[in-house]
């Protein structure tokens, strides 16, 4: 009899501490689910005790159980990832940690695990970091090596190839120039309506454009293929890292009537005249070889400015309006007319006029965004 006391005793004692800690927390119960893909987690992965997911590898999902199955409050389930991959905890109708958000995690190793220990109130899920699942990070490299997940609010990474950084906003990324906000040009949501002069590298971040000389009219235009909205004023927004020698050349952004190389556009450019003065002005084009007029021309030296912005707005009732910027916030205006002069609206459009040879015009199209 004194042997099973003591024995007994002996049992419990080395039960209670083979278990494992994980940030000072026991975390095992009888079992361990390992995983490699995208998991709806069940309830009876919860345990008290905590129940463990464990990950290897993979870059996937993890949503907890739904509010109908939900594990009664206090039980737990530890989600540790020691791969490269990154996990997103995703929320079924309740909140985590008070937000109806999901949390991205970051890659771990076999030494520095990340992930969640998840604890279940009963109504919602509070969800306590392991290593970096709740911190941001900072890295940089190639435009090419970005990671494809941004990771939790706040992350970023810095392009060593490119003007761009990128901010994580929890969800997606968020690019900036210089500072500034910018929606980034993808070369797939324009039409290539006139380039026989133009060459293109998109391996830097937005569109690299450089336009050969036209020895004339024979304006190099990309027009957004979705169009403008269906309704209500709006503005369409570009905006360049530019260079160019002097001569009678420019570039800008504007409206366009159509697709087509014979379709109609105008847009506000800066840009030399003659080769003795450097100016704003909008720009008419009956076709992307037919010169047909311009109007407000402002005379402006060379561009101080890291970013030229351009803005064309359409209140889609009277009157379409012309608008340069140093900063994307700050607009000054260029020019007004009828808004359906020598064309109805219907794209959004940037373009380089070229005209004489020693225009040579190398542009970095880093922002194009239409809005409301």
Not at 42 to 60: E, H, K, Q, W, Y
Not at 77 to 90: E, F, S
Request: glycine content about 12%; charged content about 5%.
């Amino acid at each position: 009899m004194k042997t099973k006391l003591l024995f007994l005793p002996f049992v419990l004692l080395f039960s209670l501490n083979a278990q494992t800690k994980i940030n000072g927390r026991r975390a095992v119960t009888g079992s361990v689910n390992p995983q490699t893909s995208t998991y709806q987690v069940l309830a009876s992965d919860f345990n008290s005790p905590c129940g463990v997911i464990s990950v290897a590898s993979g870059t996937f999902t993890v949503t907890l159980v739904a509010s109908g199955s939900q594990p009664p409050a206090g039980q737990c389930v530890t989600i540790i990832n020691y791969g490269i991959g990154v996990l997103t905890l995703a929320r079924s109708g309740q909140n985590i940690n008070g937000a109806a958000s999901n949390i991205v995690g970051s890659a771990g190793t076999a030494l520095s695990p990340t992930g969640w220990t998840v604890t279940s109130d009963g109504t919602n899920y509070i969800a306590a970091p392991i290593g970096g699942s709740g911190g941001v990070s900072i890295t940089s490299g190639p435009i090419a090596s970005r990671p494809g997940s941004p990771g939790n609010a706040g992350s970023m990474y810095y392009c060593t190839d490119s003007p761009y950084t990128y901010l994580s906003n929890g969800s997606t990324w968020d690019a900036y120039i210089f500072g500034y906000k910018v929606v980034e040009p993808v070369m797939a949501n324009f039409t290539q309506v006139n380039v026989g002069l133009s060459t293109f590298d998109t391996t830097h971040g937005g569109i690299l454009w450089s336009a050969g000389t036209a020895g004339g009219h024979n304006v190099q235009v990309l027009t957004q293929t979705a169009g403008i909205p269906a309704s209500g004023a709006y503005y369409v927004d570009a905006a360049f890292i530019a260079s160019f020698g002097a001569g009678n050349g420019a570039f800008g952004a504007g409206l366009a009537g159509g697709l087509l190389a014979s379709s109609s556009f105008a847009f506000a450019d800066w840009g030399g005249e003659n080769n003795s003065q450097f100016g704003m002005a909008a720009k008419f084009y009956n076709t992307t070889t037919s010169y047909n007029g311009s109007g407000g021309f402002i005379n402006m030296w060379p561009l101080a400015a890291p970013l030229a912005w351009f803005r064309m707005f359409d209140d889609r009732v009277t009157t379409r309006t012309y608008y340069y910027s140093n900063n994307g916030y700050q607009w000054y205006q260029i020019y007004s007319e009828p808004r359906t002069t020598l064309f109805t609206p219907a794209f959004g459009t940037v373009a380089i006029t070229n005209f004489s040879t020693s225009a040579k015009l190398l542009l970095h199209f880093v922002h194009f965004s239409i809005h409301t």
